[in-house]
């Protein structure tokens, strides 16, 4: 209930004893109900007369959680429903109304009947709308409905808004003939509408003459053809809000029943004709990375539920993801097998040596994948809260959208824009030619008087933002209608064209391209039609494409609208931008959303990240990830300067400008990162306490996490050479946030047990990388369990098993390295400053070394004197220390004595290979019971022989 109200747990409980209320409930009749219901109604009427928000808020809670708890079907009557939807209005706040409309979406009469009542009709259909999730009401109330669609102006308006709202969520119940009388009644209401103001006693806004004079264009001249919602004049009769009305809902009409589908359903193109694999993943990538599947690496459940509710203006544009067909179940054990028989096909165990021949993303022919019957959202949701909560907040929106008398944008609403298609468009539908041709007329014109307004700004510049708001909108309303006509028939493409490059050339202009970047949605419709319909036009999209996401994406986004539409382009339409490598280019600006909105698009950017890892960008992905908190304390810092030069000037640092403009990049190909990353770190450490930049630490690591999978699976050995060397890279060079360090390299020292039991080759390729970090500095700070893996890694993958390639001169190499840390490190433990912690970590990372070089002596006879020798002098010093891990460590020293003076207990302990890790997610752990150590654990009697040891302080063996 809280989550569904936006309300705290603590308020809840503060408004309204809730026991109290269902006991109260609970112990009236069925006959009752009625009357107690009057009465709290009674009382929230009172309460908002008399402005107690507090009694409205405790009474309207009582009502809801009464009726939930102990009469869930009861069903208002008309009169308190009516009276109960007269309390929702824009004056209540955001609570109140969500209280409201959840009530009526729960307990709506359903045996409604229309009554021609004047004045009524739209509180009527307001009525029928609280019933959304009842597709039955709809069926049986549009028949009769529909009837008054010739009415008067003020009703004929409020039906075609509900009759919108119908075939967004239930198309349904509307049949063939209702769609037809519909589509007759928007083409005539945009005949109908004159060119000249209504008289006096025909207006319904402003003051208007007695005679009809003409409307005019912005810049003075008389409108000639349609009227449009462009068309200036100071007085609106009924025929012209009809008017603007139809054009508002056209759009919905069209691609709810007649537009062919403009999502990536209809691109199926054969994959012997995408770019080769070791360019792009292309479909095997959409289906084995679908949001679905990474739902589940972390429960990110509450945190998307939450940001879905508390976010309002969000909330109004759902993203609507419905590829339920798309979600893969991976069959685990299939997979592992299909992908062993690819990486191996000869059946020897020399995977390490895959990089000598296979230099790019080698994803395997997975098996046929069967289609699992998912809710919507991926099983992220419970689906009826979802269903609940969606319905409450698309009611709400409903009833805003009438009080605007059908103009605002229904397309928004549910999210149908950017070519999303309902499923109900029939294959047999046609549309009217007539009414083909005067939508098209009116979009034609509309376009005509947007391109006049830049002409009029750039001689006056006297043009009022919110002159430009409106022009935007209906600017781009026109350019949706035109893309869905074009997916009816192609013979419309020459007039659709010349209209379209008239704007498009206003972007080769300076002063007009300027103008035209304040117009981000109307550039956002310009992409979906090229993508779509490249032949419309000879513009060169790559350049579109480079004003949008270069320009377009830096300026606007912290608009959350704007941001929603553009997350929802980037998912419908993911299969065409990612084969025209929009995703590989420009992930720079699109990651600005997920910067500075990192919790409202986290679950849509699970499905996106994977779409921008490739061959040549995942390791600058990777860097731009880890980077994330980063450039969100960047953005904070230029939305508080203004402009991207005062943030500079502002800065003392002379390396400032290049450092702002790497963090600050919208467009990929520098293949990494830079060297002064800790400068830039420092120079946006101002804000690393900004509720944002937290806010994007707590999500980079998750999508760091979905990077790593995807590499796991897909990456050849040549590929992660480079991740190995960027973990070792960036481990100590995170940003200065605690909680996000620390998470990080845990993932890190996480994924880098991964890559090397994928690719336990690597211990030979990556040899001098390893070595050079197997030194003292790196053993803290922060780093310890990253660098206790590579001394494992070190010890469990050097042999000949990993790689035919490493030889008894590599194993010495390593043995080299490993013995100079051992001794420094022994030197360091025996230190007098040395804290509890640091011992308790000398102790564990002792304990690894000393088995890395056991098992590297076993398999190299020549180095194990030395290998015993070291042992013994651990031994011996941990005999004389008083620290904690004392006895940890001589038991381990001992133990391993014992073993390696028996080379062929040595050998069977320490010798045996681990399988290779195919499948990302599985990695066993080495300190699991299963694993190489639990040999180890050679029962009692040996340890009864060490205890005796220790007693007589000796090292010899029992």
Not at 385 to 405: C, G, I, P, R, W
Not at 415 to 444: P, R
């Amino acid at each position: 209930l809280c989550v569904l109200v936006n309300m705290e747990e603590a308020e809840l409980t503060s408004t309204t004893s809730i026991p109290s209320t269902i006991t109260f409930f609970r112990s009236i009749s069925n006959n009752q109900v009625e009357g107690v219901v009057g009465e709290l109604l009674q009382r929230i009427d009172d309460g908002l007369s008399n402005s107690k928000q507090q009694v409205v808020l405790s009474t309207t809670t009582q009502l809801l959680v009464g009726l939930l708890y102990a009469f869930p079907l009861y069903e208002f009557s008309i009169d308190n429903a009516f009276r109960l939807l007269s309390f929702v209005s824009e004056r209540q706040s955001i609570t109140l109304r969500r209280l409201f409309t959840l009530i009526l979406s729960r307990h709506s009469p359903s045996n409604l009947l229309i009554q021609k009542v004047e004045g009524s009709t739209s509180q009527f259909l307001r009525l029928v709308q609280t019933n959304v999730t009842k597709e039955e009401v709809f069926s049986d109330q549009v028949p009769s409905i529909i009837t008054y669609i010739y009415d008067n102006d003020n009703t004929s308006v409020a039906i075609l808004g509900f009759l919108a709202s119908v075939a967004l969520y239930h198309p349904s119940a509307l049949e063939p003939f209702h769609r037809a009388q519909v589509a007759e009644a928007l083409e005539k209401s945009f005949s109908d509408a004159s060119n000249s103001t209504p008289s006096k006693g025909g207006s319904m806004f402003g003051g208007g003459k007695k005679s009809r004079t003409p409307y005019s264009e912005l810049d003075g001249s008389e409108a000639r053809g349609l009227f449009t919602p462009l068309c200036f004049g100071k007085v609106y009769g009924g025929e012209h809000i009809k008017s603007i009305a139809a054009f508002s809902i056209a759009n919905t009409w069209l691609r709810s029943f007649y537009v062919n589908d403009l999502t990536d359903e209809e691109d199926d193109d054969d994959v012997s004709d995408a770019p080769p694999v070791d360019v792009t993943l292309t479909d095997q990538r959409l289906q084995d990375f679908n949001h679905s599947y990474f739902r589940g690496v972390v429960d990110n459940s509450v945190l998307v539920d939450e940001s879905l509710i508390n976010n309002t203006r969000d909330a109004v544009h759902p993203i609507n993801n419905t590829n339920t067909k798309d979600e893969i179940a991976f069959h685990e054990e299939e997979n592992r097998s299909a992908l062993l028989d690819q990486t191996n096909p000869s059946g020897n165990d020399e995977t390490g040596d895959e990089s000598e021949h296979n230099d790019a993303f080698s994803p395997p022919q997975l098996p046929v994948m069967t289609p699992t019957p998912l809710d919507d959202d991926g099983g992220l949701f419970d689906s009826a809260n979802l269903q609940q909560n969606e319905s409450m907040l698309a009611t709400d929106k409903v009833f805003e959208s009438l009080y605007h008398t059908g103009v605002t944008r229904l397309t928004l609403i549910a999210n149908k824009s950017h070519g999303e298609v309902a499923s109900n468009a029939s294959g047999d539908a046609s549309l009217n030619y007539s009414f083909q041709e005067t939508l098209l007329s009116e979009c034609v014109q509309v376009l005509d008087q947007f391109c006049m307004t830049f002409l009029l700004e750039k001689k006056t510049h006297q043009i009022s933002r919110e002159d430009w708001v409106l022009r935007e909108a209906v600017a781009k309303e026109a350019v949706d209608i035109l893309t869905s006509l074009c997916s009816t028939t192609s013979d419309i493409f020459p007039r659709v064209k010349s209209s379209i490059e008239k704007i498009l050339r206003l972007s080769t202009a300076k002063k007009e391209k300027d103008v035209l970047l304040d117009c981000p949605h109307l550039l956002l419709s310009l992409m979906h039609m090229f993508l779509h319909f490249p032949e419309i036009t000879t513009f060169n999209t790559k350049t579109l494409n480079n004003l949008f996401f270069e320009e377009v994406m830096k300026r606007h986004y912290a608009d959350v609208f704007f941001c929603t539409d553009v997350v929802s382009f980037l998912m419908n339409n993911s299969k065409k931008l990612l084969k025209r490598g929009v995703f590989a280019l420009y992930f720079p600006s699109i990651l600005y959303i997920l910067a500075w909105h990192p919790r409202t698009f986290s679950s849509q950017f699970m499905e996106l990240v994977p779409l921008m890892c490739e061959a040549a960008t995942f390791k600058e992905l990777l860097h731009r990830l880890f980077d994330l908190p980063c450039l969100t304390s960047a953005l904070v810092q230029l939305k508080m300067c203004g402009s991207f030069e005062r943030l500079v000037s502002k800065s003392t640092v002379m390396i400032a400008p290049p450092l702002y403009n790497h963090i600050l990049t919208t467009k990929g190909g520098l293949g990494g990162t830079i060297d002064k990353l800790n400068v830039l770190h420092e120079l946006t450490s101002e804000y690393n306490s900004h509720a944002l930049v937290l806010a994007s630490a707590e999500v980079a690591p998750l999508f760091a996490r979905i990077v790593f999978d995807v590499l796991l699976r897909h990456a050849s050995a040549s590929l992660t050479q480079g991740l190995v060397e960027m973990l070792i890279e960036r481990v100590d060079n995170l940003y200065n946030i605690e909680s996000f360090e620390k998470e990080l390299r845990a993932l890190m020292a996480e994924y880098v047990l991964k890559v090397f039991q994928r690719h336990p080759g690597l211990v030979v390729d990556q040899k001098d990388n390893l070595r050079e970090f197997a030194v003292m500095k790196n053993a803290f700070g922060g780093k310890e369990e990253f660098f206790m893996h590579i001394v494992w890694i070190i010890g469990e993958h050097v042999s000949p098993n990993s790689s035919k390639r490493c030889g008894t001169g590599v194993m010495m190499e390593y043995r080299d390295t490993l013995e100079a840390f051992a001794f420094e490190l022994l030197s360091h433990t025996q230190s007098a400053s040395v804290s509890r912690n640091e011992s308790v970590h000398h102790g564990r990372l002792l304990n690894v070394l000393m088995t890395s070089l056991a098992k590297i002596s076993v398999r190299c006879p020549e180095i194990r004197p030395r290998v015993l020798l070291l042992l013994t002098k651990i031994a011996d010093t941990h005999q004389r220390l008083r620290s904690c891990n004392r006895q940890s460590v001589l038991v381990r020293a001992l133990l391993l004595l014992n073993v390696l003076k028996t080379p062929s207990i040595g050998a069977a302990i320490f010798s045996e290979p681990l399988p290779v890790i195919t499948d990302s997610s599985i990695a066993q752990s080495h300190l699991a019971p299963t694993g190489p150590l639990s040999l180890l654990n050679v029962g009692d009697t040996f340890l009864q022989s060490t205890k005796s040891a220790l007693r007589t302080t000796t090292t010899t063996t029992t």
